[in-house]
């Protein structure tokens, strides 16, 4: 077939997309033809598409920068890998190697994590639903359980009780640091008096014996001064919570929230603008906490960072199925990959590259994923040249949440790889077969 | 009803529809296959010339002059 050959196309002059972009520009800017130095061509003849695809070197870099940062304002750190956040075991291992113990939410969760080889008293314990059985197990092995409710505070007090000796327990606060949406669903309230009536109630069990705070204010903080107000509150509460039980706490813990280098839908400037770096953060955090840091020894700084370090580190390759005309002017694409594998696409307008460079007339398109669903779609809106079939295209950054949420809906779920140091390919997670379903189903 | 086959084509892919004012710009083989119909060419003898002009088998040459003209009116419904 002549090179020179693109199909047909039209397109009406004035559409709104061509006024945002500038121009009707005769080129695709965004190629990217590798992954961390593997071929993106080579990836899907060996792996397939659609292909979650991770850089090693990218999760390690972004843990180690932020480790930095927090390090220079407080000496007794702690990160904590948000397993909910991808909890792939390869994933895992590497955050575990960079230093982190776990964060889990959920008894599944918090087997993974043993199974990994990681102990209790390595284990960070969050979220409102933690059944007596594996409360037991963790508070037995030394977790640093935060209770989400009295029940579990009352379940905790069972427990230690039972075991003839003193637990220690640690609440989850939330409190209002000025950011939209509030979570106020999550552990005890703050401003209404909830969290101090937890910490009584702790505190005048003489089974129990209060451990920390802790507090996950949101997911995608944009603004660094919100963590700011969080702490002057909660300093004030610790203080009162240190006068009320005569010892100092062993630790506060502010949760995850910083956000990665996405594009956010409705925020218009591009994220290398609007987003702070991770130095930001860390002094807006580290110069309120500068009163816990002098302490000798200053009790833990515990962080539990998702999406922070591990997005920007994931990509999803995956292939043009068809196109066609629509009737409102826009060329509909159908891909392989949906929002059966892109839950975050609700909020992420992604950024998107071809392997190669497409020639041809930029044209108002959609991309809608497999599903025999009208809401799936990947992005309403992007110009692009009339891309051909089993075109790759490259997603990024889908690293933090996609996988974990990913649905098992009308199609398997894909083979995920890792590329490590010398470009080596490690397979995290093969693809589903009919027979791993079927098995579930006896 | 405004028909985009009549649509005064500029040598550069630019076309205006004098009718409602819209203009459009085109890609080389949608020139082509415009101004062939525009000679009053059907889309079988469109095809045949598509393919000789650009090497393209028959066959893909014929589905892309059908789903264009399709196009065309669907771009004339809309303006
Ligand atoms: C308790 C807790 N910690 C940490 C995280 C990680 O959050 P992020 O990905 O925003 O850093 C979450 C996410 O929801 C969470 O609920």
């Known amino acids: ?442 | 009803m405004p028909n985009l086959r009549f649509l005064n084509m500029s040598a550069n892919g630019m076309a205006f529809d004098p009718e409602t004012g819209e203009s459009y710009q085109m890609n080389g083989s949608a020139q082509f296959i415009l101004q062939s119909l525009q000679k009053g060419l059907d889309s079988q003898e469109i095809a045949s010339a598509l393919s000789l002009k650009f090497n393209i088998p028959f066959e893909k040459a014929h589905t892309d002059v059908l789903e264009f003209q399709v196009q065309l009116e669907m771009m004339a419904k809309a303006a």
């Open chain 1, 1 to 442: 077939m002549s090179n020179d050959y693109t199909k047909p196309s039209i397109v009406k002059v004035g559409n709104p997309l061509y006024a945002k972009h500038g121009s009707s520009a005769q080129s695709y800017h965004f190629v990217r033809d590798a992954i961390e130095g593997v071929k993106i061509s080579d990836l899907v003849a060996q792996y397939g598409s659609p292909l979650f695809v991770f850089s090693e070197r990218s999760l390690r870099l972004k843990y180690q920068q932020a480790f930095k940062a927090m390090q220079r304002y407080y000496p007794n750190l702690v990160f904590g890998w948000s397993y909910k956040t991808n909890y792939l075991n390869g994933i895992c291992q590497v955050f575990h190697q960079e230093g982190a113990i776990a964060e889990v939410v959920s008894q599944f969760e918090y087997e993974k994590a043993r199974s990994l080889g990681i102990p209790g008293n390595q284990i960070i314990f969050n979220g409102p639903h933690k059944p007596e059985g594996i409360l037991r197990r963790a508070l037995l092995e030394g977790a640093q359980v935060h209770a989400d409710h009295f029940y579990e505070i009352e379940d905790a007090e069972k427990i230690a009780k039972e075991n003839g000796s003193p637990i220690t327990i640690g609440i989850r606060i939330n409190l209002d640091s000025g950011i939209y949406p509030l979570w106020s669903r999550f552990g005890f309230n703050l401003e209404s008096g909830q969290a101090w009536a937890a910490i009584r109630r702790i505190a005048e069990s003489p089974h129990l014996r209060f451990g920390g705070v802790h507090c996950h204010i949101g997911t995608f903080i944009m603004d660094p001064t919100a963590y700011s107000r969080a702490i002057q509150k909660l300093s004030k509460l610790i203080r009162e919570a240190e006068s009320l039980v005569g010892y100092n706490i062993e630790y506060i813990d502010l949760g995850g929230g910083f956000p990665s280098m996405s594009q956010l839908k409705g925020v218009y400037q591009p994220p290398e603008v609007a987003i702070s770096s991770v130095e930001d953060y860390a002094e807006s955090i580290g110069k309120e906490l500068q009163w816990l840091a002098s302490r000798k020894p200053a009790p833990k700084l515990c962080f539990e960072l998702g999406r922070h370090l591990v997005d920007e580190a994931g990509y999803l390759i995956t292939q043009v199925v068809a196109d066609k005309a629509l009737p409102d002017g826009r060329r509909a694409y159908v891909l392989d990959a949906g929002v059966n594998l892109l839950y975050t696409s609700t909020w992420y307008k992604y950024k998107i590259e071809l392997d190669r460079d497409v020639p041809g007339m930029m044209e108002p398109s959609i991309l809608n994923g497999p599903l025999c669903m009208n809401i799936d779609v990947v992005d309403e809106a992007i110009l692009l040249p009339r891309l051909p079939r089993f075109q790759n295209l490259i997603l990024s950054p889908v690293g933090a949440y996609n996988v974990t949420q990913s649905m098992q809906f009308i199609e398997y779920r894909p083979n995920i790889v890792m590329i490590g140091e010398n470009k080596s390919i490690s397979l995290l997670r093969r693809k589903e077969g009919l027979e791993d379903l079927n098995r579930l189903e006896g």
